[in-house]
């Protein structure tokens, strides 16, 4: 239901609304597709974020950012100095759903305006190339963030993430540090003594 609604709602919604206008040339109905797309994913993210009931979703959505950003600048992972680091990170889901919608426009452009029902099938049987796609280009980012100009290219989507977080308390920290730690463990990047990975009692 959760995967049906999305597809609905971002990928086969705003075609078809799009649809509706007297747009003749193909190019531009795809990126007037992409701005109605990403207008829709930007309001329904700012409405989850006014639903106080969510709020603490968006702290450990934010807690397991930090706990990775330690990670990855070599610290002892404790809730403390986790606590530091920034509620941000360029491999966010939140980011990467948002490169989804750039890239389908680059891709969608290759089809023109098909008629209405090509139209849906074609927004449903490409998303697998164009996630792929995406994914492929934050992993990318994540490895060279030092990059200004990719970091750039990439602010609206790390501007989004303001959106899905919230600063998390200490507690939540530490739940996030030993999930991190269980996904390393069994991935055998560190072993269960690592000090790097040691949280509060």
């Excluded at 993210?45 to 950012?65: C, D, G, K, N, W």
Aim: glycine share 6%; with cysteine.
């Amino acid at each position: 239901m959760a995967i049906g609604f999305a597809v609905a709602v971002f990928k086969v919604g705003p075609a078809l609304l799009t649809d509706t206008l007297p747009i003749s040339n193909g190019q531009y109905f795809v990126f007037v597709e992409g701005l109605v797309r990403v207008a829709v994913f930007v309001v329904y993210l700012t409405v989850l974020s006014m639903i106080p009931s969510l709020r603490r979703v968006f702290q450990y959505h934010a807690a397991e950012h930090k706990a990775i950003n330690a990670y990855e600048a070599g610290e002892e992972l404790t809730p403390e100095i986790a606590q530091r680091y920034s509620l941000i990170h360029p491999r966010c889901g939140t980011a990467f759903l948002l490169w989804v919608m750039v890239v389908g426009v680059f891709v969608y452009a290759t089809l023109g305006r098909p008629v209405w029902y090509w139209l849906i099938v074609s927004r449903i049987v490409l998303l697998p190339v164009i996630a792929g796609i995406a994914y492929e280009l934050i992993r990318f980012a994540g490895r060279h963030s030092e990059n200004r100009v990719l970091m750039t290219m990439l602010a609206p989507g790390l501007w989004l993430q303001r959106l899905t977080t919230r600063e998390p308390t200490l507690d939540q920290l530490e739940v996030s540090i030993r999930a991190l730690r269980e996904v390393l463990e069994r991935e055998g990047r560190v072993e269960p003594t690592d000090r790097r990975v040691e949280v509060m009692a």
